[in-house]
């Protein structure tokens, strides 16, 4: 029949190679690591879940954008927690990109049967080394 009532909702794609991360689950290193550490997450999930290379390359132009304003933001304010508010401001930012990107295909690997793998051990390096690498490029940047 040609129908589009009987055709197939999931359409062909490759199989996952890799289990992915749930996207909702970056939002905790992007909270505590900022832009940097979600854009990161986001590009390597982004490739667990086959995105294509410009949406990967858009999570990774938010992570950038994002960083951007932060550093602009700390050339202009005195106190450290302006510069911590917009971190979590700007990480919470790129998460949502990152969310509206990778929502629909992990959606459609769990309906494959994919189970979601962990992302303690990968979120809490990601949020320390990139919190620690952000605070550093902004001191010696801006201070």
């Known amino acids: 029949m040609s129908d589009e009532l009987f055709s197939p909702t999931i359409r062909d794609q490759a199989p996952v190679t890799r289990r992915p991360w749930r996207p909702e689950s970056i939002v905790y290193p992007a909270f505590f690591g900022g832009p940097l550490a979600a854009a990161t997450l986001g590009v390597l999930n982004g490739r667990r879940l086959g995105l294509a290379a410009q949406q990967l390359a858009l999570i990774a132009a938010a992570g950038v954008v994002g960083f951007g304003v932060r550093v602009g933001v700390s050339a202009f304010v005195e106190d450290s927690s302006g510069v911590r508010l917009a971190g979590t401001v700007c990480g919470i930012l790129v998460w949502l990109v990152v969310l509206a ?17 962990s992302l303690v051990a990968p979120g809490f390096l990601a949020a320390i080394g990139f ?8 001191l010696v940047l801006v201070r």
């Not at 919190?131 to 902004?138: D, R």
Request: hydrophobic share 50%; charged share 30%; aromatic share 12%.
């Open 131 to 138: 919190a620690l690498l952000e605070a550093f490029l902004i």
């Open 101 to 117: 990107f990778q929502r629909r295909p992990f959606r459609v690997a769990t309906l494959r049967g994919v189970e979601p793998k």
